[in-house]
C-alpha cells in the first residue's frame, strides 16, 4: 500500500483502521516539505476510502517526529518559506479537520512542528517514556502545527505559555498530568493501544461525532453560542438515522451498529 511513497509507510492493521507512519528514521522522522507532501496524500487517500473509518497517525522505528528538518530550512526565501508554511499548513488542516477519527501514536520524541501534529488529532496515546518538547525558540522559531491553538485547550493557558516560552520537554506520564496526552502507556504497548482506540473512535456514530468535535474546536464560545449549536445538532440528531440505531440496540440489548449507517 506504501510502495508510493518514499518518506511515509501506510498499512491497514484493522479492517476499518488506516495507519500513517512518518518514515525518515536517520533523522528521527523530522519533517520536510517532501515529507509533508506525501503525508497530506496518504492522509487524503484515507480520508476518501470508504472503507476507513478511522486514521492512526504515527512514526517508524520508535520515533514519532522530530520536529522540522533544519537543514531543508537553509537559506530560505521569503518565497520558499511561504510554499512551506502553505503545505504545512494544509495538512494540519486535514488532520484537525478529518471528518474520521484520527488517533495519534505517540513513541519516542515529539519535538516541535512533531509535537504540534501530534496533538491535532482526537485523541493522543503517548509511551511513558516518550518525550513532547516545545523548543522553537532556542532556535529563533515560533511554534506551528497549530500549537497555539491546540496546546493551551489541552492544558491551559498558563501552563502552555510556560512550556513554550521555557522551551521545555515533557516525558509522557507528565504530558498525562498536565492533560497534554489522553493516554500515556508502557511504551511498547503504544501502537496496540492507539490502534484500539481507533477501532473504538471508528464505531462511533459519524455525525454525532462530528458536532462534538466541532463544538470542542470552536472552544471557548459564549454559553449563548454554545446553546445554539447544541441546538441545531441535537435536532439534527433527533431525526436522524443514528438514534434510530442506538435506541434500536439498546432495546435489543445490542451493540449499536453505526458503521453500516455510512
Known amino acids: 500500500m506504501s510502495a508510493e511513497f518514499e518518506y511515509v509507510v501506510v498499512d491497514q492493521p484493522h479492517a476499518v ?11 528521527r522522522n523530522a519533517l520536510s516539505p517532501p515529507v509533508v507532501r506525501e503525508l497530506s496524500e496518504a492522509f487524503i487517500g484515507a480520508l476518501s476510502d470508504s472503507s476507513v473509518h478511522a486514521i492512526v497517525l504515527t512514526g517508524t522505528e520508535g ?7 533544519l537543514k531543508s530550512m537553509d537559506a530560505m526565501t521569503e518565497a520558499a518559506a511561504r510554499r512551506r508554511m502553505q503545505g504545512n499548513h494544509a495538512f494540519a488542516s486535514l488532520v ?4 474520521k477519527p484520527v488517533v495519534t501514536a505517540l513513541e519516542g520524541v515529539a519535538m516541535g512542528g512533531g509535537a504540534g501534529l501530534a496533538l491535532l488529532a482526537d485523541i493522543v496515546v503517548a509511551g511513558q517514556g516518550a518525550r513532547i518538547g516545545f523548543p522553537f525558540l532556542k532556535v529563533g522559531l515560533v511554534p506551528d502545527y497549530g500549537l497555539m491553538h491546540s496546546l493551551g485547550r ?14 521545555q520537554t515533557v516525558a509522557g506520564d507528565k504530558a498525562l498530568a498536565l492533560g497534554m496526552v489522553d493516554e500515556a502507556v ?6 496496540q493501544v492507539a490502534l484500539q482506540r481507533a477501532v473504538e473512535a471508528a464505531r462511533l456514530p459519524r455525525e454525532a461525532f462530528l458536532q462534538v468535535k466541532r463544538a470542542f474546536a470552536e472552544f471557548p464560545r459564549t454559553f449563548s453560542d454554545d446553546m445554539q449549536h447544541e441546538f441545531e445538532a441535537q435536532v439534527a440528531a433527533f431525526i436522524g438515522e443514528e438514534l434510530v440505531e442506538g435506541v ?6 445490542r451493540e449499536p451498529d453505526f458503521v453500516k449507517l455510512r
Open 154 to 167: 489541552r492544558v491551559g493557558w498558563s501552563q502552555a505559555r510556560q512550556l513554550i516560552l521555557r522551551c
Open 63 to 69: 520515533n514519532f517526529c522530530a520536529g522540522g528538518d
Open 96 to 99: 484537525r479537520g478529518s471528518n
Open 17 to 27: 483502521v488506516r495507519r500513517i507512519a512518518i518514515h525518515v528514521p536517520d533523522k
Open 248 to 253: 434500536n440496540a439498546f432495546r435489543e440489548r
Open 186 to 191: 508502557a511504551d511498547a504497548e503504544v501502537q
